[in-house]
């Protein structure tokens, strides 16, 4: 076959050096003529016709970066010149991925594609080696809960493993999910149990990644279990190592607002169902066995033991699920909405404890009252069940989002939130005023609008205008912002102020990036293969993002994205097929693949 | 009535030095967080939006830019780095060139060059004039008197000459400036006796400038900076310049000094020294965000006026030591910067000695006038409720 080659590029700057491509092309097989035309050429059909009729051809390739815009001009030309105008080939370098370092040699297997007239995408399939059937999901919240028990559901063993002592995530923590109002308790705890006791399902909790090790199919990972310092099977959680403990923590659980002790369970209905020691803050512990150790003593079971040591476990899984989530961002780096600073200012978090039934005031929406602590003397501001009831409350949306300064990013959850927020409240405080401080509202989703219109008519008022400042005058919390739309400075007097503040990337994200080798984006989230078409993957094969450790999402669209994953996960299982990346394959490969489907 | 709109105003304003102003989203922070902002005049958000959306005639008929005093709170608030108090200030560089009906403050504001240019064979004209009368008459080694090389009566003369005739350009553009913010509007109708109900505030404002020390900056620095630098520099100039245009042969006269007429220079050479090198240096620095961004027409006011200073200071000092020679050429030095200088007073960011009061004064005019409007319409209601 007589095959003659054409360059045309478009543009200089992005353009790879065609150089060695051409040598390339010289001396690929059938090739009887190659030309480089430069950037923009302008050509001739009429031209361009009597030189192919005068090589005879009888096919020809166009390569470039968009080579389709020099199509037609080609085909008129190889038409006029008595040639097959289904002959034209295109070889387009741009398309196919052809940049970075490896973009000479990428480039060298489209034209070599293009020359055997075969579509790159099915030459360059990428080899996997065979798939270990197990799973490993980094992250115990809705995330991957949900794509464990997708997984495990289908038959397959998965190994889930949890920073904290419980799975569940910040799903656990919250009261309502919007906008149907439904209990979030009621959704994910079934889900939890049903983990909890799944035959296919190991878990791990307080547990970390130490390393992983590998190739896409067949990962090494070696995960740090931390001390728990309970015995797992043994303990019946009946509480009384808690009641004799006297030490005092902040509660991560309740978002700060209570106290637990130092040996604890994190949640009533958590899983696994098992009171855990913090090691940072026993006594026991931190004197080297000097002091304390009540709880060893009480215990009925003898189900305790503080001289646990860390265990490190290696396991073997062929694919990798990442379900991180999220952190929430500290809002007293913002000075001008007074937290830390007002007791009364807190965040959404502190709101959802607060108004969670299972929370410390049994859901009842109170102000922090000051409390004198008896030992040091220092004033404490504290949520207590007695405590009065606001009378005004102002949600503030965009804390910390969409801004330059902090993050630039929308948290895409916060307004329906906000608007939650303002409906509870005004279910819970009968004569409630509530203001919600806004840029833009986003209600993207199905019944999000709706929503937004109900709470609207319930008769929260509903400012297009962020505020700006929270300052205290005569003991009222002052809220100060521009009514944009009834073209107005306000100033509300208010009891409580409720900040929507933004979510980042959680804790631990960047070492566990550069732990598996992958990329993050300009905000810190993990970065998918393609937004658009393949948003479960990552760059690497058999690694795969759910929920929002890729980006902000709320609970429907993480549950689905989990969903989605289990599903790429058991196409690689079942298909034996490790999800190989194209990076891996050699242009000798795809030629030779290329050759046999010509061939055949 | 519909409004029309100039698609093309918000690049015009980027000359101006308004480059951010499409990054707003309008949250509101900007006019929650001034303190100058009221329910009358809003900004610098509405300013902004009228910016974005081109209506030309809203912006030249307001006051608000002139009631900011750029303490920069805005700018380092916005979340979009919009920089609203840049917008501001572009604003207000806009409207000189809106009063100015000739058009020469927009070449000035648009283009350096020309600035310089004007600036340069000003002072070069000035240069060949006085030495064209040195040709003819006074010698370079008499300081005063009427031999001298520049002697105090001509030099009074052309400062009176040209005073005046700037004086007659800024009442013009002073009538401009009502005209547009203050014609009998569709809005509000406002009777004459209310501009004499508050016309005490113009010599008030322009004294004290006691907005800017309520701006939120001010409010938090130990020395109430920027206002006091600013304050001291503008009661300097103003003093400086009353002595040259009234009292410049006492100031020019003898080797000794004439306390009652020096006394004030030196004082006033006390707080334009200060002024200058305040504000350079803060230009230079950059730490505050209203100095991030210096206009070229910034830079030409704050050098220039450094430029008089110095030349000013360092001519006394050579008279009062007797090197008339030095004295001399540091003279005309001084009047090579001073002439460009006053002849492009109504034209540049100068002006706003003058504007910014004035807004002021027909802020509260405007203000009365809708509160008595306002308070007719009270009174009608009650009328009727009791019939």
């Not at chain 1, 905000?523 to 993002?545: A, H, M, Q």
């Not at chain 2, 340069?120 to 008499?142: P, W």
Request: proline share 5%.
């Amino acid at each position: 076959m007589r095959i003659g080659v054409f360059f045309c590029q478009i543009d200089h700057e992005k353009a790879i050096n065609l150089d060695q491509v051409v040598k390339y092309a010289d001396n690929l097989p059938g090739v009887v003529y190659t030309r480089a035309y430069g950037v923009k050429p302008k050509l001739n059909a009429e031209a361009l016709s009597v030189l192919l009729h005068d090589y005879e051809f009888e096919r020809i390739v166009i390569a470039g970066d968009s080579p389709g815009y020099y199509k037609p001009v080609f085909t008129k030309a190889f038409a006029m010149a008595g040639g097959d105008p289904e002959e034209v080939q295109l070889a387009s370098f741009r398309q196919h991925g052809a940049q970075g370092a490896d973009a000479i040699e990428r480039a060298k297997a489209i034209l070599a594609c293009a020359t055997y007239a075969v579509p790159y995408s099915l030459a360059a399939v990428p080899k996997g080696g065979p798939v270990h059937s197990a799973t490993l999901i980094i992250g115990g919240g809705i995330a991957g809960i949900q794509a464990a028990l997708e997984i495990a559901d289908a038959g397959k063993p998965v190994y889930l493993i949890e920073r904290t002592g419980t799975i569940g995530g910040h799903m656990a923590m919250f009261d309502k999910t919007f906008p149907t109002l439904d209990c979030a308790a009621c959704i994910l705890t079934p889900k939890m149990v049903a983990v909890g006791q799944h035959e296919m399902i190991h878990l791990m909790t307080n547990a970390s990644v130490e390393n992983v090790k590998g190739l896409p199919g067949s990962y090494k990972v070696k995960i740090r279990v931390k001390a728990r310092c309970v015995d797992q099977v043994s303990c019946v959680s009946c509480g009384i190592c808690s009641e004799v403990c006297p030490v005092r923590v902040i509660s991560e659980f309740d978002a700060g607002i209570s106290q637990r002790k130092a040996i604890y369970i994190p949640f009533p209905q958590a899983v696994p169902n098992v009171y855990m020691v913090d090691v940072e803050h026993c006594t026991y512990i931190q004197s080297d066995g000097q002091k304390c150790g009540v709880c060893v003593k009480k215990c009925p079971k003898e189900c305790i033991d503080l001289e646990e040591k860390d265990l490190l476990e290696e396991i073997e899984v062929g694919n990798i699920i990442l379900a991180t989530g999220y952190d929430i961002m500290d809002a007293s780096i913002i000075p001008q909405y007074g937290y830390g600073v007002f007791p009364n200012v807190i965040t959404a978090i502190e709101f959802e404890r607060l108004t969670n039934a299972s929370g410390m005031t049994g859901g009842k929406i109170v102000l922090k009252t000051m409390d004198v602590n008896k030992r040091t003397g220092a004033e404490e501001w504290k949520f207590d069940p007695k405590g009065p009831s606001p009378r005004n409350v102002a949600i503030i949306h965009c804390v910390g989002s969409r801004n330059k300064k902090y993050n630039a990013y929308c948290s895409r959850v916060c307004c329906m939130y906000s608007l939650k927020f303002s409906h509870l409240v005004k279910e819970k405080i009968p004569g409630v005023n509530c203001y919600e401080f806004y840029i833009d509202m986003r209600a993207f989703g199905k019944g999000y609008e709706e929503f937004a219109e109900r709470i609207r008519a319930e008769g929260t008022f509903v400012v297009r205008g962020r505020s700006a400042t929270v300052s205290m005058n005569n003991g009222h919390l002052v809220v100060r912002g521009e009514d944009i739309v009834q073209d107005k400075t306000v100033e509300f007097p208010v009891d409580l102020v409720i900040l929507a503040v933004g979510l980042i990337p959680a804790t631990g994200t960047a070492e566990l990036c550069t732990l598996l080798g992958l990329e993050r984006d300009t905000d810190g989230w993990f970065s998918e293969l393609d937004y658009n078409g393949n948003p479960t993957d990552t760059e690497r094969g058999g690694i795969f993002v759910a929920g929002m450790c890729q980006g902000p999402k709320d609970i429907p669209d993480t549950v689905a994205q989990a969903s989605a994953v289990a599903a790429g996960v058991l196409r690689s299982i079942t298909s034996g097929k490790g999800i190989g990346h194209r990076s891996s394959l050699m242009l000798s490969e795809i030629e030779a693949r290329a050759k046999s489907i010509h061939t055949y | 009535m519909a409004i029309r709109v100039n698609p093309r105003l918000i690049e015009d304003l980027n000359r101006f030095g308004a480059a951010d102003v499409q990054m707003c989203y309008h949250c509101g922070d900007c006019s929650a967080v001034c303190v100058h902002a009221d329910d009358l005049f809003r900004f610098p958000r509405k300013s902004m939006r009228q910016l974005q959306m081109g209506l030309e005639k809203r912006l030249e008929t307001a006051l608000e830019p002139w009631l900011c005093y750029y303490c920069g709170q805005c700018s380092d608030q916005c979340p979009r780095e919009a920089n609203p108090g840049e917008t501001m200030m572009s604003l207000r560089r806009w409207l000189i060139n809106r009063y100015d009906k000739t058009g020469i403050a927009g070449k000035f504001f648009r283009s350096l060059k020309t600035e310089l240019w004007t600036i340069i064979v000003v002072s070069l004209l000035t240069c060949f004039a006085a030495l064209g009368y040195h040709l003819f008459k006074g010698s370079i080694y008499v300081y005063n008197g009427p031999d001298a090389f520049l002697p105090a009566g001509l030099v009074h003369k052309f400062d009176l000459a040209l005073g005046s005739l700037l004086g007659f350009v800024l009442i013009i553009n002073a009538f401009n400036m009502w005209n547009l913010s203050m014609k009998p509007g569709d809005d509000v109708s406002i009777p004459w006796w209310l501009y004499l109900k508050s016309v005490l505030l113009l010599p008030f404002h322009f004294f004290t400038q006691k907005r800017y020390a309520e701006c939120s900056t001010t409010g938090k620095s130990k020395l109430f900076m920027p206002w006091m630098v600013h304050l001291g520099l503008m009661w300097g100039y103003v003093t400086m310049l009353v002595l040259v245009m009234v009292f410049l042969p006492f100031l020019q006269s003898g080797p000794e000094i004439f306390w009652p007429a020096h006394i004030f220079g030196y004082i006033a050479s006390i707080g334009l020294l200060i002024g200058v090198y305040y504000f350079i240096r803060s230009r230079l620095v950059r730490k505050y965000v209203q100095y991030h961004k210096s206009h070229s027409t910034d830079w030409v006011f704050v050098v220039l006026l450094a430029l008089i200073t110095f030349t000013g200071i360092t001519q006394h000092l050579f008279h009062r030591t007797g090197m008339t020679v030095a004295a001399n050429v540091t003279y005309l030095l001084h009047l090579m910067c001073v002439v460009p200088w006053l002849v492009r007073m109504p034209f540049t960011k100068w002006a706003h000695l003058m504007y910014r009061p004035l807004a002021m004064y027909f802020a509260a005019v405007r203000r009365n006038a809708y509160a008595l409007k306002e308070n007719k319409q009270h009174i009608f209601f009650r009328v009727v409720q009791t019939v």
